[in-house]
Nanobody, 119 residues
Framework: VQLQASGGGLVQPGGSLRLSCAAS????????MTWYRQAPGKKRELVAS???????NYADSVKGRFTISRDNAKNTAYLQMNSLKPEDTAVYYC??????????????WGQGTEVTVSS
């Protein structure tokens, strides 16, 4: 199983980006999908999560600006980021709890995609 994160880049303050996290491989089902981020010199922090039933959770710092969603048919989660601020600059990682065809669940990490918010 692999998680492929994409969509990062350089954006001006106030701008928007949409990150994608696509899972591939031996997948029976995907439970919770989560976006984390890690800014230079800081600990990794949870940004947003979404369960298989589409219940969502957000860090206070991104509420009202970021929206997490998922397409179960594509095994993909998205993070729509609006009104970006310089403090959103970080490497964004996706994480997912995936059950394989052997009905064993594992936790997987993607490789990270870099977001830079700067004028």
């Amino acid at each position: 199983v692999q998680l492929q994160a994409s969509g990062g880049g350089l954006v001006q303050p106030g701008g928007s980006l949409r990150l994608s996290c696509a899972a591939s491989g031996d997948i029976f089902s995907i439970d919770t999908m989560t976006w984390y981020r890690q800014a230079p010199g800081k600990k990794r922090e949870l940004v947003a999560s979404i369960t298989s039933g589409s219940s969502t959770n957000y860090a206070d710092s991104v509420k009202g600006r970021f929206t997490i969603s998922r397409d179960n048919a594509k095994n993909t989660a998205y993070l729509q980021m609006n009104s970006l601020k310089p403090e959103d600059t970080a490497v964004y990682y996706c994480n997912a709890d995936i059950k394989t065809s052997y009905f064993v669940s594992y936790n997987y990490w993607g490789q990270g995609t870099e977001v830079t918010v700067s004028s």
